[in-house]
């Protein structure tokens, strides 16, 4: 057998010149490590297809980009991110470059006007963005318990407002066909944490009832119990809500007719729990 002996002094010194050798000559010099500059944030914009844009950053010399698509809450991204704008309107792309520390070290913003919707998946619902009174107009409100929740449409957004284990509904009728499948998502956040609370969305068969509870598959869900909404939040439901099979948010239509799209919610403390741009789309 063979012993190999090791100079832990010669390990100890050479671990010393190495540290020595990687280290800065300054606390606040180049190259440290400690400080980020600013960076460029901006980003070009270009049509791909119909519906179909390409951004592509000025810059990737930092380590983390975000991307905030129409006021949808920034979300990390790619330096060149395809996003699909399927209505027509003006949209505004934020974008965010964050450095060394979580820094954010640049910004940039673009404007996008899509001309047309796309003849599938343009959304099929009706005032979805509750931005006028015409819109807000297309949706009833479903009372559920007789007092301690109620919607608010203000400000180009519907806001519950609950407490005491109380629920309330809104609901839009929508014609749907046989066997298609239709994807649905909403903007949702909340100003402050959310205390015992349930945010679902169905699709129901029959018109609800006032003083009566809906029941079924949920499609989009947002559950204190489930680990969603206890501290602030905003983005699409598909991303912020919680529970793989409740937030799977696909509509497989049974028969061809009316259906109604109904989003409750309700709990022990809701101050805040706004939507926004409420989507029901054909998919192909």
């Given amino acids: ?71 949808e809450g920034f979300n990390i991204g790619k330096n060149i991110q395809d996003i699909f704008l399927p209505d027509a309107g003006t949209y505004v792309i934020e974008h965010q470059a964050y450095g060394m520390g979580g820094v954010l070290a640049g910004t940039g913003t673009q404007t ?35 007092s301690g929740a109620q919607w608010v449409f203000a400000n180009g957004k519907a806001t519950i407002v609950a407490s005491g284990g109380a629920q309330q509904g809104i609901f839009q009728a929508v014609n749907v066909v046989a066997g298609q499948k239709y994807s649905i998502d909403m903007v949702a956040s909340s100003d402050t944490a959310l205390v015992d609370t349930w945010f679902e969305v169905y699709v129901l068969n029959s018109i609800p009832v006032t003083g009566q509870d809906i029941s079924g598959t949920v499609y989009r869900n947002i559950n204190t119990w489930s680990g969603c909404g206890k501290s602030a939040f905003k983005g699409k439901v598909s991303s912020v809500g919680c529970d793989t099979v409740k937030n799977a948010g696909i509509y497989t239509a049974t028969t061809t007719g009316t259906v109604y799209l109904e989003i409750k919610c309700g709990g022990s403390t809701v101050n805040s729990l706004s939507i926004d741009k409420v989507e029901f789309r054909r998919m192909q």
């Fill in 112 to 146: 996008i006007t899509v001309p047309t919707s796309d003849p599938i998946a343009g959304n099929m619902i009706l005032g979805g963005r509750f931005d006028t009174p015409d819109e807000v107009a297309k949706w009833t409100t479903h009372k559920i318990s007789a």
């Fill in 1 to 71: 057998m063979i012993t190999k002996y090791i100079n832990k002094s010669l390990l100890l010194g050479s671990a010393v010149f190495f540290l020595a050798s990687c280290s800065p000559d300054t606390v606040d010099g180049d190259g440290n490590g400690l400080s980020q500059g600013a960076v460029d944030g901006s980003f070009k914009v270009a049509k791909t297809a119909e519906n179909r844009y390409r951004l592509t950053t000025n810059a990737n010399n930092y380590i983390t980009t975000k991307w905030n698509i129409d006021d």
